[in-house]
Nanobody
């Protein structure tokens, strides 16, 4: 099963976009879902994640207060609402599935902890 991200585009600084993530086939209602991004010449970095029930989320410091992750298991879709976008948010955004959300002492934020990567969606923030 691969997860497909969609909804990217070009937006001016301060603008908003909403990305969607859906699996190609099977349901992912039991999985933790994470969003990652990769800017040109940089490593893939963690953005945010939501646990299987949708009640717990964890954000990278760089997006706190601006990005919100949510999920609708009935629609088999996870969303990333991005507000107050900055040029440094420009990247290809990917969603992926993880087995766990929190180890008990740390949150899972490493790309190696997630799988089912699909094609990402490009977000460009520029004036």
């Amino acid at each position: 099963v691969q997860l497909q991200a969609s909804g990217g585009g070009s937006v001016q600084p301060g603008g908003s976009l909403r990305l969607s993530c859906a699996p190609s086939g099977r349901s992912f209602s039991s999985a933790t879902i994470g969003w990652f991004r990769q800017a040109p010449g940089k490593e893939r970095e963690f953005v945010t994640a939501v646990n299987w029930g949708g009640g717990s989320t964890y954000n990278a410091d760089s997006v706190k207060g601006r990005f919100t992750i949510s999920r609708d298991n009935a629609k088999n879709t996870v969303y990333l609402q991005m507000n107050s976008l900055k040029p440094e948010d420009t990247a290809v955004y990917y969603c992926a599935a993880g087995v766990s959300y929190y180890s008990g002492s740390y949150y899972y934020t490493c790309p190696a902890d997630f799988g089912s990567w699909g094609q990402g969606t490009l977000v460009t923030v520029s004036s």
